[in-house]
């Protein structure tokens, strides 16, 4: 049983931002099963590494999309985007130092207040504004954060 599930509300018509959520939805199910088989500790540094890459590039892929399309909100959610890259960039000096348990509480947090609350307001503004959701310039590298 996955601890989050994603749903086509979360979609910003732009296929790689959208990627990368579905990828923080599969990153805390992952950890959520390696807690219930007892293995969550050895995930830890896997799930730190990969937020921290996670954080690094979706951060700035999305924040290139709204400033393409123009969102109003830019400046508040780039500091929302700045608090969560604090405490993932904490989770990634010490992994070994934290609980499973603590990193998944951030994950679903993470899914529940800033994808759902805080990008969901995001999301409704590049779907009415946004031009070519997918050109480059607003579809940045790709970010491979599955692995």
């Known amino acids: 049983m ?4 994603w749903d ?12 990368q959520h579905q990828a ?27 937020m ?10 999305e924040e290139k999309l709204m400033a393409a399309c123009g969102y109003p909100q830019l400046s508040q959610h780039r500091h929302a985007h700045e608090k969560v890259t604090s405490v993932v960039r904490e989770f990634h000096k010490t992994q070994q130092g934290v609980a499973p348990f603590h ?8 899914i529940r207040v ?6 969901a307001p995001m999301i409704r503004w590049v779907r009415e504004h946004g031009e070519d959701r997918n050109s480059p310039s607003t579809n940045p590298g790709r970010l491979n954060v599955t692995d």
């Open 8 to 19: 086509d509300t979360l979609l910003t018509g732009n296929d790689e931002v959208d990627r």
């Open 103 to 110: 990193v998944l509480q951030f994950l679903v947090s993470l």
């Open 114 to 119: 800033h994808i759902r609350e805080i990008d």
């Open 52 to 61: 921290y890459q996670y954080s690094m590039e979706h951060f700035e892929a």
């Open 2 to 5: 996955n601890i989050v599930e």
């Open 24 to 50: 923080i939805f599969r990153i805390a199910n992952e950890l959520h099963h390696a807690i219930l088989e007892g293995n969550g500790q050895e995930m830890v540094s896997k799930v730190a590494a990969k």
